[in-house]
């Protein structure tokens, strides 16, 4: 079955970095474009950023565009998330997330891994 | 840049009701709307997507409908597992979720 497992969260100073990872199995990883949302603590979902299905085309929300990168290994399924400069408000469960859209730009999120807690305090 | 508004924030209803929750969008967004529910410590379920089309494995008593700027998500036969939060999300544009809907047992 499909299966997503984050890991790389932790507790971090303001401006600090973190990375984040996602291994997928279950299904063919380099055929589908990846997300990454966020929640912090009691509050809703907030998109994060998005790569397509072979990397070439990376969008990020505002908030963290400059300060975060994705990427992705289609030889590891593996999707990244590459945090600088963090900041206080960046505190939250990051999840990944695949899209249900075959090789296309952004759709429905149809499976979504645990999410790992990052904490940004000092 | 679009926005999306969902309504009620909360909600108390009882089980073997019907409810409804609305979301609406700042500008048409076609029918690229999803639907998603999320319980405590868990990670969001996808329910509807394309405004309509319920995923599999979801049950029937879920259904979306709408396209443009308004739409809803119906519940019928509320059963005990459906108090969750639910939130919508676009993706005629850069994705975006709305602010949730908080469902409890009345």
């Known amino acids: 079955q499909m299966q997503l497992v984050e890991s790389g969260g932790g507790v971090v100073q303001p401006g600090g970095s973190l990375r984040l990872s996602c291994k997928a199995s279950?299904?063919?990883?380099?055929?589908?474009?990846m997300h990454w949302v966020r929640q912090a603590p009691g509050k809703g979902l907030e998109w994060v950023t998005f790569?397509?299905?072979?990397?070439?085309?990376?969008y990020y929300a505002d908030f963290v565009k400059g300060r975060f990168t994705i990427s992705r290994d289609n030889s590891e399924n593996t999707l990244y998330l590459q945090m600088n400069r963090l900041r206080p408000e960046d505190t939250a469960v990051y999840f990944c997330?695949?899209?249900?859209?075959?090789?296309?730009?952004?759709?429905?999120?149809?499976?979504w891994g645990q999410g790992t807690l990052v904490t940004v305090s000092s | 840049a679009i926005q999306l508004t969902q309504s009620p924030s909360s909600l108390s209803a009882s089980v073997g009701d019907t409810v409804t929750i609305t979301c609406r969008a700042s500008?048409?967004?076609?029918?690229?709307l999803a639907w998603y529910q999320q319980k405590p410590g868990k990670p969001p379920n996808l329910l509807i997507y394309?405004?309509?089309s319920l995923e599999s494995g979801v049950p029937s008593r879920f259904s979306g409908s709408g396209s443009g700027t308004d739409f809803t998500l119906t519940i019928s036969s509320l059963q005990p597992e459906d108090f969750a939060t639910y939130y919508c999300?676009?993706?005629?544009?850069?994705?975006?979720f709305g602010q949730g809907t908080k469902l409890e047992i009345k």
């Open positions: 999300q676009q993706f005629n544009s850069y994705p975006l």
């Open positions: 997330a695949k899209d249900r859209r075959y090789q296309v730009l952004w759709g429905p999120l149809d499976y």
């Open positions: 790569i397509r299905y072979d990397g070439v085309n990376k």
């Open positions: 279950g299904f063919t990883f380099s055929n589908y474009g």
């Open positions: 500008q048409g967004i076609r029918s690229a």
């Open positions: 394309d405004a309509s």
